[in-house]
Every structure is written in C-alpha cells, then in structure tokens.
C-alpha cells in the first residue's frame, strides 16, 4: 500500500500538470490529489524540520505562526508543548492540506491550533502579533518569497523569533561562511523543481541574515525518495528580530 501510494504522489509531483489563473489555485491543484498521503511521503523528502521545531523556545501562553504549514503535520513536533502556547495557527493557500490540518487538530483535542487559509505575505494572526514565525518547505512556494518573509517581520513581536527551512541553492560567489555549491547543483536543481512551482533561491539566506539576527545557521544534503546517487541542498535557519 505504501509503495502504490508512493506511486501516486510521484505521479502528482511529476507528470500531473499544475493548473490555475492565480498562485492559491494552482496550490489546490497541484495538492488536491495527494492531500492523504502527503505527510508520510514528505517525511521522507524533507529533512531538518523536527530539528527546526524542536530547537526553538516555545514562550508560555505565545503565539506561533506556521506560515505555508499544509497539513499541521509540523506542529507533531511539538506535541508536547502545545499547551503551553496561547495559540497556534497554521496558515495556508491549500483548503485539502488545510482539512487534513483541522482534523489532525480535533482528533488530538487542540483547541488552539488553528488552520486557516490565507495568504503567507499579508496575514495577520488575531492577536495582532507573533512570538514565533516558521516556514517549512514553503517558501520555495511561495512567488512573493520576499514578501512573506517581511510580513513575517512585520508581524513577529520584538525580540520574537524565525525559523525557516527549505531547499536553496548557494549564490555563484557565496559569503566566506557560507556553502558554496557547484555549477551543477547550482543550475540542476531549479529546473528539476521548477515543473512542481517549487524555486529553489539562492537568496533566501542572504535576505533572512539581511533582516534577522541569526541564531543558528545549518546547511546540509538530503536524500530523494526513489532517486539513488544525488543529494538535494537544505538549510536550517533561527533568527531573531532585533529588538530596537
């Protein structure tokens, strides 16, 4: 069952055509299909995301805000602390991914998780403001990256923290601290993803180290599901919002 279910995702994520006039139609038409066995296949595609979650502080009674969260599946990761947020909203384009969050909620009693759909650059949480502002996997979804990375400063108190991880690919003349990837991972990635409107950046980082004070910062290599041999580029990144 695992396997032909497998098969169904890798048909959506690789020959299923991604159709829509605007970005949150084309979200549930290339999700809409796969929405139940999203989880357990992204598990095995994207890395670092229970190390991102668990490494950050939860602040009692906080809010935090999981920009582009799909399923809710990130907030699992820390169960055990769920009760000590005041809230927890995952925000997202996708109404199936969104279902599948809602329900993983009720079943699991967390009355203060909340999903809700809307867009990643312009959502404010009813609070007014967030302690914590994560994205996994979704800003190479996102067109206007840059924009949902400035509403997350926007809406994160001060002091508040960022955490963000995806796939990227370095700059051609990386900073000195950073990896610095070849022509071939450089150039192959952004077409291989390209197909699923996923866009890999070679500016991510530079732009959350530009506007965040950083916390931590992780680069790394991950295996794909299926395809021997290559490794996809991933970062980790905790920042904090200045506070003045």
């Not at 991880?165 to 150039?187: C, I, N």
């Amino acid at each position: 069952m695992g396997f032909f279910q497998d098969l169904k995702i890798l048909y959506h994520l690789v020959l299923r055509p991604v159709r829509g006039k605007d970005h949150a139609a084309r979200m549930e038409s290339f999700y809409s299909g796969q929405a139940s066995g999203y989880d357990d296949f992204r598990r095995r595609l994207l890395h670092g995301r229970e190390e991102l979650f668990q490494s950050i502080e939860t602040p009692q009674n906080g809010v935090w805000v999981d920009l582009g969260g799909g399923t809710g599946g990130n907030v699992e990761f820390i169960q055990d602390r769920v009760s000590d947020l005041s809230s927890i909203y995952v925000v997202d384009l996708a109404s199936s991914l969104l279902k599948v969050a809602q329900q993983r909620f009720d079943d699991r009693g967390w009355s203060n998780a909340h999903a809700v759909e809307a867009d990643a650059t312009t959502w404010t949480p009813p609070e007014g403001s967030a302690d914590i502002v994560t994205f996994s996997y979704s800003l190479t979804m996102i067109p206007d990256w840059f924009g949902a990375i400035e509403n997350a400063l926007r809406i994160l108190k001060p002091g508040g923290t960022i955490g963000v991880v995806d796939f990227y690919v370095s700059r051609k003349h990386a900073a000195d601290e950073l990896k610095q990837h070849g022509w071939f991972t450089r150039s192959f990635w952004p077409v291989w993803f390209a197909g699923d409107n996923v866009f890999p950046s070679s500016d991510h980082l530079p732009f959350l180290r530009k506007h965040f004070e950083t916390v931590s910062c992780t680069e790394s290599k991950s295996k794909v599901p299926y395809i021997p041999f290559i490794r996809t580029p991933f970062y980790q990144f905790v920042g904090r919002k200045p506070v003045s």
